[in-house]
């Protein structure tokens, strides 16, 4: 079941009236836009924007009998195309603009796309089949080791790169790496047995890594947050909710060199997290932050 993070306290910074519009820029399951379109009845619209084609059947499948159907425009597409979409649909008038940068339950637990290292799926991680090609096997069989290191250091910040790269490097002289159990068993052959035992799985790394470069998605949010404030009106709100320190730096980055540009002033002068209830309800909501500003 899909369960919206923080939806409380975007819906405290959003602030949704009734008879204005929002743009869901993730709109997932619907966990955060449904609240908004409930709150801007009668005359409100929502702007809903998810990638996966699968995500937007569901979706329109589940309010297909609600009253609010009406309210709601689902596009299919990705949010780097913000201002594209926004033209195309004539959607005017935002008040607030919402992402949600969390992985889709769906995603990891039924597209059988290999997002998961608890599973047995083939290396693909893409959010959008259709639309794009390369997968994460194709980074793992074909690209040069500087570019893999690169990859696992910058997005996973992974310190033992070096190390798992020379055993990718090594198994895919011997076979085509194929599966995400293959790749989970080259990490763990890598990495010394204390990691292994740690915290988190020590495939975690490498796993989340791979999924940001198939996807572009740090590239894609600095290319989209100029977008948003852009379509936003005068005192609308903007809200991120981050998953983790290379996305929230982005974020803090971008609304720190907008607060100095008097474009925008931020109304979270910390990231707000989830509440230990939340965190006992839905564990994956823990390393969630929610950063918010109005535009001047």
Known sequence: MHIPVLKNEVLKYLRPKPNENFIDCTIDGGGHGLAILKAIQPKGRLLGIDQDEEIIRRLKLKVQKSKVKNNLVLVCDN?????????????????GILFDLGMSTWHLRESGRGFSFMKEESLDMRYSPKYQKITAAEIINRWPPKEIERILKEYGEEKFSKRIVKEIIKERRKSLIRTTSQLVAIVKKAVPGWYQRGRIHPATKTFQAL??????????????????????????????????????????????????????????????????????????????????????
């Open 79 to 95: 949010f780097v195309n913000l201002k594209e979409i926004v033209k195309e649909k004539k959607f005017k008038k935002v008040s």
């Open 211 to 296: 999924r940001i470069a198939v996807n572009s998605e740090l590239t894609n949010l600095e290319r989209t947050l100029p977008q948003a404030l852009e379509i936003l009106e005068p005192e609308g709100k903007l809200i991120v909710i981050s998953f983790h320190s290379l996305e929230d730096r982005i974020v803090k980055n971008f609304l720190k060199e907008k607060t100095k540009e008097k474009k925008v002033r931020i109304l979270t002068k910390k990231p707000i997290r989830p509440s230990q209830e939340e965190i006992k309800l839905n564990p994956s909501s823990r390393s969630a932050k929610l950063r918010a500003a109005i535009k001047l």
